[in-house]
């Protein structure tokens, strides 16, 4: 196997707009943990380096979800390297186009996806 430079820790900027966007693709991790698969397989402790603010409980809740819906494989090692690897299957790198094209739409539209959320957030809080 190709070593793979490490997933830089601040590969996701703490105000991501995937937050934003009025769509999922999957949860609300799934697109982040695409993003990091896109580059070959990842052992469980390499997305945890950017994807931190996720809790591992959920982590493994998505990569279960991606492995069910088919866009995620998991490969048990029984070598002398033992561990699992998550990678893209075909379906999942498929994604890879809308999701880049969700992402820039999502930067396009920053200040009025923010607006529209504040907006709501103080609906939400002025009848709750």
């Not at 690897?85 to 880049?100: F, I, V, W």
Request: proline share 10%; hydrophobic share 40%; glycine share 8%.
């Amino acid at each position: 196997m190709t070593p793979r430079p490490p997933l830089p820790a601040d590969l996701f900027d703490e105000v991501c707009p995937s937050a934003l966007l009025p769509f999922r693709f999957g949860d609300k991790w799934a697109p982040l943990v695409l993003a990091c698969l896109e580059g070959g397989p990842r052992r469980f402790s390499e997305l945890r380096v950017p994807l931190g603010r996720v809790t591992p409980k959920v982590l493994t809740q998505s990569l279960r979800g991606l492995e069910r819906d088919g866009f995620v494989s998991r490969t048990v090692h029984t070598d002398p390297r033992q561990g699992v690897d998550y990678a893209l299957t075909p379906l999942g790198r498929s994604l890879l186009e809308p999701l880049a094209a969700a992402c820039a739409w999502a930067a396009e539209h920053w200040d009025e996806l923010l607006d529209a959320h504040e907006r709501g957030t103080a609906r939400e809080a002025a009848t709750g």
